[in-house]
């Protein structure tokens, strides 16, 4: 069985200081030892050199959020909506389904070629980079693969200033998804195409891909049964209720707000708040 765990936008973190004081006391040592000893080997340099990277490499704040490799294109375009959030999901289900796919050998022959399927380097327009449509950029990675929205799938984007940028980003058509996996048959690749459609309506559900053919030999339909009898139960109680994010609030109510919910998880700053 496969699980998904979603780490939101974990991104790594470390000391810079520990890392600049243990370079430092490198190059020092370094310094006072070639006093010493010369060494006239290129390749001991070499070796010690790659020694020291691999064991100081800094870990610090990445500059990419590795999830947006798995973002939906409403998402990055900031045209998501609530009754689309699955489709959100099932676009993310698609990428890692992608690189499943590569795990065949047919597909691909060495496990050291694996790698995202839409590893951008930018997202416009959250990061906008100096050129207006970069090479790298998340959209025109994804675009490079299922090909350019069509005329009609972008008048269905409210946000002008996107549906502009999708006009004016140069066009492409799909790319073959059998010269990606040319292992894959018909039916993994329908799946695959499915789940990676630009338009949130033509993207398939949750439970058009439990119907999908590809995946019917390993569907428990007993199981959703009992999952379904928990959801309807869930909604029953209401316990699904967002509505409160809809309600339009000031920027002091906001900050009240979380002052309180810190507050109620730390008794002990109640007197110093007071």
Known sequence: SLKICDFGLARCTYNNQQ??????????NKSSQSKQ???SSKSMKSSSSSRFR???VPKRLTQH?????????????LQQKRE???AVDMWSVGCIFGEL???LRENLRSHQHRKPIFPGQSSIPLSPPSDPFPSMDQLTVIFGI????TPEEILNIDNERAARFLRQIPKCLPSPLKNMYPGADEQALSLLRGLLQFDVEKRITVDEALSHPFIQHVRDEQNEKKFDKILNKIKSENSLNFEFEDIKMKMDTYRSLIIEEVLRYNKHLLKSHK
Not at 19 to 28: A, E, G, H, M, V
Not at 146 to 149: A, D, K, L, R, V
Request: aromatic share 10%.
């Open 146 to 149: 299922i090909g350019t929205p």
């Open 65 to 77: 959020v590795v999830t947006r490799w798995y973002r939906a294109p409403e998402v990055i375009l």
């Open 37 to 39: 000893v010369k060494i």
């Open 54 to 56: 691999r064991n100081h």
């Open 19 to 28: 890392f600049i004081d243990n370079k430092r006391k490198s190059n020092k």
């Open 84 to 86: 689309y959030l699955g």
């Open 101 to 103: 796919l590569q795990m």
